[in-house]
Nanobody
Framework: QLQASGGGLVQAGGSLRLSCAASGSIFSINSMGWYRQAPGKQRELVAHITSGSSTNYADSVKHRFTISRDNAKNTVYLQMNSLKPEDTAVYYC??????????????WGQGTLVTVSS
């Protein structure tokens, strides 16, 4: 399973760091990522990182957000700087992983709320 943490309330211009740890009987983790869903909107990709640490970002967060991963801890992070009110959303982590007994598939965390006040 994936357990996300780090959300909260922050003023515009502030920073937050989200974490998401994968636990259980894991054979390997391929790509990991963060998505977000604002009220009344569809879920969208925020940032993605491959097993080789190649990254890509939504245009709206480039140069403000940084995704990283710690393979030893099976954890992905999202450092969010210069936050804007439009970044307010529930943030979900995602991982494509292979369990010890299973096949590659996508797993989702429970979501963590980020609220940016103006």
């Amino acid at each position: 399973q994936l357990q996300a943490s780090g959300g909260g309330l922050v003023q515009a211009g502030g920073s937050l760091r989200l974490s998401c740890a994968a636990s259980g009987s894991i054979f390997s983790i391929n790509s990991m990522g963060w998505y977000r869903q604002a009220p009344g909107k569809q879920r969208e990709l925020v940032a993605h990182i491959t097993s080789g640490s190649s990254t890509n970002y939504a245009d709206s967060v480039k140069h403000r957000f940084t995704i990283s991963r710690d393979n030893a801890k099976n954890t992905v992070y999202l450092q969010m700087n210069s936050l804007k009110p439009e970044d307010t959303a529930v943030y979900y982590c995602n991982a494509y992983l292979v369990p010890i007994q299973g096949v590659l598939r996508a797993y989702w965390g429970q979501g963590t709320l980020v609220t940016v006040s103006s």
